[in-house]
């Protein structure tokens, strides 16, 4: 479902409509030269240095778009003439999208697809901080003058998760939502376990937000742990820009019965650890990983949740929770 997104701002999808609220950023003809995006809290901020590059965002990213604010991250953005030199030393290669080298003593990230060749449609060079970076789209793929999102997924989310790794927070699969009460419901697992099916049955419900079906970002403010909304949804389309507290955690899985069983400890972090998106890159992002779910099960109240899919589940839900 992800991977089919990589290719919306080539030259193919150039009328896909890409929108935002670019305030200082438009220039005196008009044009975006800049955007800035807010993701749990985390601001992005990309710079057009190019002047046949326009900016905009595409798809839900547009509602993550935010007034001007002091960035976390700023990045410029050009287009260049990509070749398949990536370089010699690999750190990761997600075996399909995307692939990161370190050269210069600086992150590359490069995505490519086997429908355009064995050139990059797009590289990012990050400082190995992710305070400042560059990101080159191969002009053969983007028309001049068409708006375009440079960070476009998977960029995009790799970034967060970098960011979040430096002490902010962790992503996990699942989907989240707020309850009529604006307490937060984390429902974790893997592909298949029916994430998009719960969303689906609480989207129903009164006074029910759906922050996503797919992705949450989850963040501690002193001893309170928060959930937010990301643009990366499932196949239920759901997105909210939006957070909330986080008071129950569900590890879900298919079931004969609706039942819950309490999970503690180490074998709840282990549970929420295995849910998520690791820089397994990175020792120092991945210790600081592991010990953040430690927090988050010590402070959230964690249960193994069978299920049968059905309305049956919110009402078990609500009784027994």
Not at 14 to 23: H, Q, T, Y
Not at 233 to 262: D, Q, V, Y
Request: net charge negative; charged share 25%.
């Amino acid at each position: 479902m992800q991977h089919d997104r990589i290719l919306k701002t080539t030259s193919a999808n150039a009328e896909k409509r890409i929108s935002g609220d670019f305030g200082d950023y438009v220039d005196s003809g008009g044009t975006a030269r800049g955007i800035q995006i807010k993701i749990a809290d985390i601001v992005i901020e990309v710079i057009s240095t190019d002047p046949d590059l326009q900016l905009g965002l595409d798809g839900d990213m547009a509602l993550f778009s935010c007034a001007k604010a002091k960035p976390d991250l700023s990045i410029e953005a050009c287009r260049l003439v990509l070749d398949d030199n990536y370089g010699s030393q690999k750190i990761f290669d997600s075996g399909g999208a995307w692939k990161l080298y370190l050269k210069d003593n600086a992150y590359w990230f490069y995505c490519s697809s086997p429908s355009l060749g064995k050139v990059p449609y797009k590289a990012a060079r990050m400082e190995r901080d992710f305070k400042s970076g560059r990101v080159f789209l191969h002009p053969a793929l983007f028309n001049r003058n068409q708006a375009v999102y440079p960070l476009q997924y998977p960029l995009d989310e790799l970034l967060v998760l970098n960011l979040l790794a430096q002490g902010r927070g962790a992503e996990v699969h699942a989907c989240g939502l707020v309850n009529a009460d604006g307490d937060g419901l984390l429902f974790a697992g893997q592909s298949g376990a029916g994430k998009t099916t719960m969303a689906k049955l609480w989207e129903k419900e009164p006074g029910i937000t759906i922050l996503s079906d797919d992705r949450i970002i989850l963040r501690q403010d002193e001893n309170r742990i928060w959930m937010y909304g990301t643009p990366w949804h499932g196949e239920a389309e759901m997105a909210t820009a939006s957070r909330a507290p986080l008071k129950r955690i569900f590890f879900i899985r298919h079931g004969e019965k609706n039942s819950l069983k309490s999970k503690i400890g180490v074998e709840a972090a282990a549970l929420l650890f295995s849910f998520s998106f690791p820089v397994f890159y990175n020792a120092d992002a991945l210790n600081y990983t592991v010990d953040f779910f430690g927090k988050v099960a010590d402070l959230i109240s964690c249960h193994e949740l069978s299920v049968i899919p059905n309305r049956d589940v919110v009402d078990f839900i609500l009784t027994n929770c």
